[in-house]
């Protein structure tokens, strides 16, 4: 359960603890589910200006949330050569 207006995230009841930025990573992708992002839309969509460094931050990012998600991480999945998406399978 993802509450935008508390910036809450529950899982089997528990709070789920992610920075702003993954929060906001996470509500993109859950927002658009099957829709595939490249690093460089989310890093637009997300920084909301041209941030100039390596994309692979978006990587660290993504690592982390999927570590706060423990057994629910396979929800988002990596196209490889693309980006990642959100699906509930």
């Given at each position: 359960?993802?509450?935008?207006?508390?910036?809450?995230?529950?899982?089997?009841?528990?709070?789920?603890?992610?920075?702003?930025?993954?929060?906001?990573?996470?509500?993109?992708?859950?927002?658009?589910?099957?829709?595939?992002?490249?690093?460089?839309?989310?890093?637009?969509?997300?920084?909301?200006?041209?941030?100039?460094?390596?994309?692979?931050?978006?990587?660290?990012?993504?690592?982390?949330?999927?570590?706060?998600?423990?057994?629910?991480?396979?929800?988002?999945?990596?196209?490889?050569?693309?980006g990642y998406k959100f699906e509930v399978k």
């Amino acid at each position: 359960e993802m509450n935008p207006t508390t910036r809450e995230i529950l899982l089997d009841g528990e709070i789920v603890n992610l920075t702003n930025k993954e929060f906001n990573i996470l509500h993109l992708l859950a927002s658009n589910e099957k829709i595939v992002f490249s690093r460089e839309i989310i890093l637009n969509k997300i920084w909301e200006y041209d941030y100039i460094a390596e994309t692979r931050i978006v990587d660290n990012h993504i690592k982390n949330i999927r570590k706060a998600l423990g057994d629910y991480s396979y929800y988002i999945s990596t196209v490889f050569g693309v980006g990642y998406k959100f699906e509930v399978k």
